[in-house]
């Protein structure tokens, strides 16, 4: 193991990250036709419908009794951000916002006080596989901004810039890199302060392609997720798929893809330094205050939920969209990638 690489870290359905993130979440589901409830088009009564992880066939239904995805919860505290890579997710939350957001796109949500939504997985093709696959990242939140009111934006995939690489591309969702400067995440988020160092960039390299990330402030945590393909060399130590690699942050890393092209998810930032109480849904600094956050949902439901049912799709012909809480609609450009 060179100087550079610190640890290695074997990966599974959730990632193990370094403050200020939480976890990463990585579902890759092949999901089979859908049917005119945009649900499997495949018997699931074997399931444990409600409870579902098992990854039989290769796709779960999770939380979902019709439809796959997570209905209605809550949460407080923290951040997600939830980065696709294939199929379709529709949110819907209790601020009013709904989405349906896919390939390339990011959806970045701060919960701070509490905010409840539901994400939803609907199979769309009724003659196809559905394929899904996504990352959903959460990023703590300082104590001085657990409470701040929630905020919902889309980052959307054609706003999203690529760095361009001699055999393959760095997707930049946070943190520039090499002038390629992404959307302003959430006002309230560890990564709208510059000094949190943060960065999420995703790495594609072509078989034997090679590119060096430039160095972090000393005080930053940095950690590479590869995630699909054979083999990495990571300065000079040859990490394999499915593998986590903890790097030393304050110097520039070189990585050198293998036989097969190679994708690696980075993961950068200033840790917060606070100490993490955590049960559930709800990120906070004490166990008093994690009390208080059930206590407070129990009361008001975070505002209550203004849809028909836990878990709502917004239909079979819709395109990609985005109703904002001030009741601004995006509906971006196909994506074409």
């Not at 796709?59 to 890579?85: A, D, I, K, L």
């Not at 294939?86 to 209790?94: Q, R, V």
């Not at 997985?121 to 701040?148: C, G, M, T, Y």
Request: proline share 10%; glycine share 10%; net charge negative.
């Amino acid at each position: 193991m060179s100087d550079v690489v610190r640890q290695t870290i074997e990966l599974g359905a959730q990632w193990p990250t370094i403050d200020p993130f939480l976890f990463c979440a990585h579902h890759d589901d092949a999901y089979p036709a859908g049917n005119e409830s945009l649900a499997p088009a495949v018997p699931v009564e074997d399931r444990e419908l409600g409870m579902d992880f098992s990854g039989t066939d290769g796709w779960s239904m999770y939380h979902g009794r019709v439809v796959p995805g997570f209905p209605q919860h809550p949460h407080r505290g923290f951040e997600t951000v939830t980065f696709v890579r294939k199929g379709l997710i529709d949110h819907s939350d209790s601020l009013g916002a709904a989405a349906r957001f896919g390939r390339g796109d990011v959806q970045w949500l701060t919960a701070g006080h509490g905010v409840v939504h539901a994400e939803m997985f609907p199979l769309l093709d009724r003659e196809h596989p559905n394929p899904l696959e996504l990352f959903q990242i959460w990023l703590n939140l300082p104590a001085s901004h657990k409470l701040v009111d929630p905020y919902f934006t889309m980052l959307w995939d054609d706003a999203i810039p690529r760095v361009t690489l001699d055999g393959g591309e760095i997707t930049v969702i946070a943190g520039a890199l090499d002038g390629a400067a992404p959307p302003a995440p959430p006002p309230d988020s560890w990564a709208s302060d510059p000094a949190s160092d943060l960065a999420i960039w995703h790495v594609r390299l072509l078989p034997g392609a090679t590119c060096t990330l430039p160095a972090a402030q000393p005080t930053s945590a940095r950690v590479l997720y590869v995630f699909e393909g054979d083999t990495v060399d990571v300065a000079g130590t040859e990490v394999g798929n499915d593998t986590g690699v903890v790097v030393q942050a304050d110097v520039p890393v070189t990585l050198t893809a293998g036989p097969a092209e190679v994708e690696v998810l980075v993961l950068q930032g200033r840790p917060i330094g606070e100490p993490v109480a955590r049960y559930g849904p709800f990120v906070m600094n004490t166990e008093a205050e994690i009390e208080q956050a059930f206590s407070d949902y129990r009361e008001t439901q975070f505002g209550g939920w203004p849809w028909p049912d836990d878990a709502p799709t917004h239909g079979a012909a819709r395109p990609r969209f985005a109703r904002h809480t001030d009741g601004r609609v995006e509906e971006p450009a196909r994506v074409t990638r």
